[in-house]
């Protein structure tokens, strides 16, 4: 295939574009835009070169001069989305806030771009905004001492707590808009045969644990009280 490297190859060593010939028609933030909009629109499994080259106005097999494979253009997709992440000109001196506000931030990114989740991984971490984001991250804890290791385990953490939650989250919003009735109809169902295990007597602990508190769940509190405990973890 055209493009296409011999040995492992990260894209972002791979020049944009030769040092002579014309002009490349398309810049990396063309074809990642293009991608994204399919994803957004249609979701993850309908993107494709085919789709993103007809996106742009191209042929399938001249997009492969730009992105040699699948898994270079999600990284060029990440690192698009990662962009768009409003980084103060400086941390604010309190850590646990600042990794707060990262968190949410990324939270309500993915919500954005509900396919982010899926290629959240290490694979994917070296791009020019990510990069970024992780110094960013880093300076938000210069005044945490503990060693390199540890604020890189720290980091992760919380970037793991944020995926896997908000991951939860969007499947959650993507079932119940696939169902024939309303979400309403579909928790009072579900609300009314869990009553009738626990009126059985069977689950004394899960009956106790409903009378002291009924819901419904704060999910903004759970949000942060996650996170909260993932930061006490690190407090010297």
């Known amino acids: 295939m055209a493009g296409r490297p011999p040995l492992p190859e990260v894209i972002w060593a791979r020049p944009e574009r030769a040092g002579r010939g014309p002009k490349p028609a398309f810049s990396r933030a063309d074809i990642a835009a293009a991608a994204v909009r399919i994803a957004d629109a249609e979701g993850l499994d309908a993107v494709s070169m085919r789709k993103v080259a007809a996106e742009l106005g ?12 699948k898994e270079d253009l999600y990284e060029l997709m990440l690192d698009a989305v990662s962009g768009g992440c409003d980084l103060p000109e400086k941390p604010s001196g309190d850590w646990r806030a600042d990794m707060m506000a990262l968190a949410r931030q990324a939270r309500a990114m993915m919500h954005r771009h509900t396919w982010v989740p899926r290629l959240m991984s290490p694979v994917y971490g070296f791009s020019p905004n990510v990069l970024r984001y992780m110094e960013y991250s880093l300076s938000c804890l210069d005044g945490l001492d503990v060693r390199f290791g540890e604020k890189m385990e720290l980091i ?9 939650y908000t991951a939860n989250e969007i499947a959650t919003a993507e079932r119940s808009r696939s169902l024939p009735w309303t979400e309403e109809q579909e928790h009072t169902a579900r609300t009314n045969y ?34 909260g405990r993932v930061l006490d973890s690190f407090e010297p």
């Open 194 to 227: 869990l009553i009738s295990q626990i009126m059985t007597g069977k689950y004394p602990r899960l009956a106790a644990g409903f009378a002291e508190d009924s819901g419904p769940i704060d999910l903004e509190g759970v949000f942060d009280r996650a996170l």
């Open 58 to 69: 191209c042929g399938t097999m001249s997009l492969y001069n730009y992105v040699p494979r």
């Open 156 to 164: 992760a953490m919380v970037n793991g707590v944020v995926t896997t």
